[in-house]
């Protein structure tokens, strides 16, 4: 269990972009963060990832529990070890490098047995990633890039991942062919999977409860398909009215 309590983000120790959020995501779950564009959610992912600081970011009220225990003070690579990968927004690969290189270096937490083993189970979930293993990042389609970078991160074999709006920009058919993955990922490894995402239609068919985020804050939460029923949902998010 993943679990945010009150949490609050300053940038630059004025820019106050995430504001008293407490949510918790269930070992196993699928959870949705919505929101229109600078509403908080990226942030609060760099948050629960411990790398804020990158950024001139911090953490000044609140905390991030996992598994019982607060991730105060732990480092990036830490929190990886424990469980927790990102996949940022923009996918952030080694360009120059090829698609197996980038998904070595998702293994750095991993033994060499369980980086092979890691391998052979993404080129099953992504057999476009396979057949693409040998050539370099930089020149792949946006949708096999994404594929990649969620690679990547699952080479860290991890409990709980974390996408950055996994669909911005890609074609639909290719959208449709990773959220498959992800859902397929989820009921067969149990992986809590915790979503940001603008395509508010497709992350509340998928995920089984949702947050919207505005202006820093949970503005409404429940489950996926009570909010995507509610009227202020459609209006504002799901572009129906
Ligand atoms: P998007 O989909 O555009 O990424 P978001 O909901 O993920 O939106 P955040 O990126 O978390 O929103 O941004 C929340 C707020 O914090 C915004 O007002 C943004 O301008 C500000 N912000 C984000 N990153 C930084 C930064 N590195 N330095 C200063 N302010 C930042």
Known sequence: MLELRNLQVLYDRAIEAVRDVSLSVPDGAMVALLGSNGAGKSTILKAISGVLSQEDGEIV?????????????????????RGIIQVPEGRALFAPLTV?????????????????????????????????????????????????????????DPKVLMLD???????????????????ELNRSSGVTVLLVEQNAQLALEITSQGFIIENGRIVLDGPSDKLRANADVQEFYLGIS
């Open 100 to 156: 197996e290189e980038n998904l070595l270096m998702g293994g750095f937490t991993r033994t060499r047995a369980q980086t092979r083993d890691g391998i052979e189970r993404i080129y099953s979930l992504f057999s476009r990633v396979k057949e693409r293993r040998h050539q370099i990042a930089g020149y792949l389609s946006g949708g096999e890039q994404q594929m990649v970078a969620i690679g990547r991160a699952l080479m860290s």
């Open 61 to 81: 009220a609140g905390s991030v529990q996992f598994e019982g225990e607060s991730l105060a003070g732990a480092s990036a690579s830490d929190i990886v070890r």
């Open 165 to 183: 709006e996994p669909s911005l920009g890609l074609a639909p058919q290719i959208i449709d062919d990773i959220f498959t993955a992800v859902v």
